[in-house]
Structure formats: C-alpha cells, structure tokens
C-alpha cells in the first residue's frame, strides 16, 4: 500500500522543543474558542524540517488561491501574508529558549495524540510538559477571517522523545522536597 504525500503536512524532528504545551486541556486565548496549542521550536540547525515547513507554506499558499483571493481580483504574494514560520532570535530576542531557532505555533480544536520513542501512548500528564524534546505533526492551510489573510498551523500529533529543562521557571516536587523534612529549612 502506497501513501499518498501530503504536501501541507510536516512532521518535525526529533530535536523540536515544546513550549507552551497546552496539550491536555483546550485553552481559550483573548476569549476565543478554547484550543490545544503548542509552541514548536526548531533548531536553525535543522534545515531539513525548516526546509518542509517552507515547502508546506508553499504548498498551502497554492491549495489556498481561491480562499486567499476572496473578493479581491488578485491573489496577493505569499511574502504579503502572515505565515506561521517565525524567527526566535528576531521575535524573541531577550528569550535563550528560542536563541538561533525558528518557532511555530500549532492548535486544534481536537486534543493532539500524544506518543513516546516507542509510539505507546502517554496518558500521565507530568510526562508532557513544556521544554520537553519531541516530534510534532502539523497541517498548514490558507486563512481568510475578517480580513486577516495568510497561512495558518493545525496541531496533529506529538511524539515525545526526551525530557528536558522545564521551560517557565516552575521547580520540580523532586528538587523542591530533596532534602530532609527535618533540616532547618530557615538556615
């Protein structure tokens, strides 16, 4: 059986990072639909997966001429529209996390599936969190809504494949209770 390729569809690499993993619980932003997002971040490094998101932009800006044009008499040129592919050391300058990285920001309004190394699916929410390491599967489409136009990134699937610093400065119940209840905790 052949797969047919979908040429919207990228599936990152393996040193993706997660940010802003709201992969459990949809999340409403400035009051809109509640959604499941996440923030990918991409090594500059990883020039294959920045290479397919450019190629899926493409081909989503192609598949999109009909949406895209709306009333208008023309299609406007792709480096016109807002697209998802975003520059960390532009956008976030201040921000170590996304230094020398390209970022995307994906959602759904149906929860991701959520899988480990091995593809078994992870159900423990601890294990899913954001600056975890991990592989996503995104769609890009064209967007025309109230006269906003462009390329927008849907949230298919997340595969973790290892742990990392938490992103966020939250500690961990592991470091925050690793000494003994009995040390003065004054001291």
């Given at each position: 059986?052949?797969?047919?390729?979908?040429?919207?569809?990228?599936?990152?690499?393996?040193?993706?990072?997660?940010?802003?993993?709201?992969?459990?619980?949809?999340?409403?932003?400035?009051?809109?639909?509640?959604?499941?997002?996440?923030?990918?971040?991409?090594?500059?490094?990883?020039?294959?997966?920045?290479?397919?998101?450019?190629?899926?932009?493409?081909?989503?800006?192609?598949?999109?001429?009909?949406?895209?044009?709306?009333?208008?008499?023309?299609?406007?040129?792709?480096?016109?529209?807002?697209?998802?592919?975003?520059?960390?050391?532009?956008?976030?300058?201040?921000?170590?996390?996304?230094?020398?990285?390209?970022?995307?920001?994906?959602?759904?309004?149906?929860?991701?599936?959520?899988?480990?190394?091995?593809?078994?699916?992870?159900?423990?929410?601890?294990?899913?969190?954001?600056?975890?390491?991990?592989?996503?599967?995104?769609?890009?489409?064209?967007?025309?809504?109230?006269?906003?136009?462009?390329?927008?990134?849907?949230?298919?699937?997340?595969?973790?494949?290892?742990d990392g610093e938490p992103l966020g400065?939250?500690?961990?119940?592991?470091?925050?209770?690793?000494?003994?209840?009995?040390?003065?905790?004054?001291?």
């Amino acid at each position: 059986m052949s797969k047919v390729a979908n040429p919207t569809k990228v599936i990152t690499g393996p040193k993706t990072r997660w940010s802003y993993a709201n992969v459990w619980d949809p999340k409403s932003i400035n009051g809109g639909t509640p959604k499941y997002s996440v923030s990918l971040i991409i090594p500059k490094s990883d020039v294959k997966t920045v290479a397919k998101i450019k190629a899926a932009i493409e081909a989503a800006y192609q598949e999109g001429q009909s949406k895209l044009k709306a009333n208008g008499k023309s299609v406007p040129a792709l480096s016109t529209l807002k697209t998802p592919l975003r520059d960390g050391d532009v956008e976030r300058p201040d921000d170590p996390t996304y230094a020398n990285a390209y970022f995307i920001n994906a959602n759904s309004a149906t929860a991701p599936g959520v899988v480990d190394a091995d593809r078994n699916p992870i159900f423990e929410r601890s294990e899913v969190y954001s600056g975890v390491y991990g592989r996503g599967s995104i769609s890009l489409y064209a967007f025309n809504s109230n006269g906003n136009r462009g390329i927008a990134c849907s949230l298919n699937n997340l595969q973790k494949i290892s742990d990392g610093e938490p992103l966020g400065g939250k500690s961990r119940a592991e470091d925050d209770f690793s000494t003994d209840p009995d040390d003065d905790f004054l001291s």
